[in-house]
């Protein structure tokens, strides 16, 4: 289901401003950036679980993507599973990527299915891949938000990493002109399961290898302890975020585009540079 949301007039100022046995826990990366995993940047704690710290073992290539650049009322296409469609909130317009809309001061044309994920179909609708397929190619979105999926966690890691990239490399033609942003799976329950864990890595590493960035709730620790009851519904919202929750998310994700706007030029195991340098 798509849906167009615009920011309220004069509202608002642009503010754009693992875990497991199996594949062990993954380490929040300390790469400078708050709420944003830049998995190419040398750090010196180990690499994500999961992932060779000499970058082998199959891992993709690392590139390093430029700062962020959107106009100045962009027009975002925020695409996901049922944390997308606004699952929980008191209506689904409160949720999240509708949020979005007044916090980056343009427009956000939401597009969540719940259950959808890379490899397992929805329940409004088919599968990422062939939901991307249908997309309006009308649409000249600024920026695309890509988000989760955990729905895709029961379904194993044989095929997923093929999956996203046919997905991504469909969106990519979709809308060539568009900056991607993926944003990671978020933990609906604590502590993060392997398999969300294992998604993270694959995502993270998957991303990296095309330059896009990368934002990653589970490695950041967006959603502890702490503030789990605050954020996520466990009682009719069925471990999705709540009100409050979605308008917390919304919160993060701007954030982290801000920080995206001003990261500095990094080459792949390489020093930064800020970008007007």
Request: without cysteine; proline residues 8%.
């Amino acid at each position: 289901m798509i849906y167009s949301h615009a920011m309220k007039p004069l509202a608002t100022r642009r503010r754009l401003g693992a875990a497991g046995i199996v594949f062990a826990l993954l380490l929040a990366v300390a790469a400078g950036v708050v709420g944003v995993w830049r998995p190419w940047t040398p750090v010196p704690s180990a690499a994500p679980i999961g992932a060779a710290a000499d970058g082998s073992a199959g891992a993709p290539a690392m590139i390093a993507p430029p700062p962020l650049a959107l106009p100045d009322h962009p027009t975002v296409l925020v695409f996901g599973d049922s944390w997308t469609y606004g699952s929980a909130a008191t209506v689904p317009t409160l949720g999240y990527a509708y949020l979005l809309a007044d916090l980056l001061g343009g427009e956000t044309i939401v597009d969540g299915v719940r259950g959808s994920g890379y490899l397992k179909p929805g329940l409004d609708g088919p599968t990422f891949g062939e939901r991307i397929a249908l997309l309006d190619l009308t649409l000249t979105p600024d920026l695309v938000i890509i988000q989760g999926s955990i729905n895709d966690r029961a379904s194993g890691a044989a095929g997923y990493r093929e999956a996203v990239t046919a997905a991504w490399d469909a969106l990519t033609t979709t809308y060539p002109d568009a900056t991607i942003v993926v944003l990671g799976p978020a933990p609906h329950e604590l502590p993060v399961g392997a398999a969300t864990a294992r998604i993270d890595v694959d995502l993270s590493e998957l991303a990296a290898a095309r330059g896009w960035w990368y934002i990653s709730p589970v490695a950041q620790h967006w959603i502890t302890d702490q503030n789990y009851l605050d954020v996520i519904d466990v009682d009719l919202g069925r471990k999705h975020p709540s009100a409050e929750g979605h308008r917390y998310l919304a919160e993060k994700v701007a954030a982290a585009l801000d920080e995206l706007r001003a990261a500095p030029v990094t080459e792949a195991g390489g020093s930064e540079t800020t970008s007007d340098e």
